[in-house]
């Protein structure tokens, strides 16, 4: 069955504390996985997308790594603008699209 | 540059009203896709069009939703008779035509927040 599952759920971290949030897929041929930041009462907004194993995007504070397994969203030395949910999609064969559950992600100053 | 508008921001109705969501896709974009999103099941596909013609409608989840795209530019999803159970939020988002390695990303819109009471 095809399932995207994301980890951990919530985290707090303070503001310049790095870390990692992770998407593991299983799914019948990636077509692609993104990335997307959501906001309270906004729609999810794009960030990356990744292709092939190996791939890596980055944007400021952000770094998007894949693997034929999961994908990571590295956070480095965050900001509190930086707080939302962060939510992994996965497009597969036969047009199917998945999207994980979302890392809320809250710094703190 | 406008981004997909959805329209209402906000409903709130009585069960066994019927609800319209309305959605003006990024111009240009020629993929359109519904999705509702709760707390429980967090983000869910309902469907998906592709130059205005339903590709994958597997999500819908009864007879009692239906959605069309009349043309390029604006699309429905019909709920008919409401629920409380369907009450969340439901977003619209576009994507451009594949090219090259393809699968564009979706834009999405700030949805439409649904209560049935």
Same mark, same amino acid.
């Given at each position: 069955?095809?399932?995207?599952?994301?980890?951990?759920?919530?985290?707090?971290?303070?503001?310049?504390?790095?870390?990692?949030?992770?998407?593991?897929?299983?799914?019948?041929?990636?077509?692609?996985?993104?990335?997307?930041?959501?906001?309270?009462?906004?729609?999810?907004?794009?960030?990356?997308?990744?292709?092939?194993?190996?791939?890596?995007?980055?944007?400021?504070?952000?770094?998007?790594?894949?693997?034929?397994?999961?994908?990571?969203?590295?956070?480095?030395?965050?900001?509190?603008?930086?707080?939302?949910?962060?939510?992994?999609?996965?497009?597969?064969?036969?047009?199917?699209?998945?999207?994980?559950?979302?890392?809320?992600?809250?710094?703190?100053? | 540059?406008?981004?997909? %508008?959805?329209?209402?921001?906000?409903?709130?109705?009585?069960?066994?009203?019927?609800?319209?969501?309305?959605?003006?896709?990024?111009? /240009?974009?020629?993929?359109?896709?519904?999705?509702?999103?709760?707390?429980?099941? /967090?983000?869910?596909?309902? %469907?998906?069009?592709?130059?205005?013609?339903? %590709?994958?409608?597997?999500?819908?989840?009864?007879?009692?939703?239906?959605?069309?795209?009349?043309?390029?530019?604006?699309?429905?999803?019909? %709920?008919?008779?409401?629920?409380?159970?369907?009450?969340?939020?439901?977003?619209?988002?576009?994507?451009?035509?594949?090219? /090259?390695? /393809?699968?564009?990303?979706?834009?999405f819109g700030d949805g439409t927040?649904?209560?049935?009471?």
């Amino acid at each position: 069955e095809d399932q995207v599952t994301q980890s951990p759920e919530a985290l707090r971290l303070q503001e310049g504390e790095s870390s990692s949030l992770n998407c593991s897929y299983t799914v019948s041929g990636l077509r692609g996985l993104f990335w997307y930041r959501q906001d309270p009462g906004k729609g999810p907004e794009f960030l990356f997308t990744l292709y092939s194993a190996g791939e890596e995007k980055e944007k400021e504070r952000l770094k998007a790594t894949l693997t034929k397994k999961e994908s990571f969203l590295h956070i480095t030395a965050p900001k509190p603008e930086d707080s939302a949910t962060y939510l992994c999609a996965v497009r597969a064969n036969f047009n199917k699209f998945y999207f994980g559950s979302g890392t809320k992600l809250n710094v703190k100053p | 540059d406008a981004g997909v %508008i959805q329209s209402p921001r906000h409903e709130v109705t009585e069960m066994g009203q019927e609800v319209t969501l309305r959605c003006k896709p990024i111009s /240009g974009h020629n993929s359109l896709f519904w999705y509702r999103q709760t707390m429980m099941r /967090g983000l869910e596909l309902l %469907i998906y069009f592709n130059n205005n013609v339903p %590709i994958d409608d597997s999500g819908m989840p009864e007879d009692r939703f239906s959605a069309k795209m009349p043309n390029a530019s604006f699309s429905t999803l019909k %709920i008919q008779p409401s629920e409380p159970r369907d009450s969340a939020v439901y977003f619209c988002a576009s994507s451009d035509r594949e090219r /090259g390695q /393809g699968n564009q990303p979706q834009h999405f819109g700030d949805g439409t927040r649904l209560s049935i009471l």
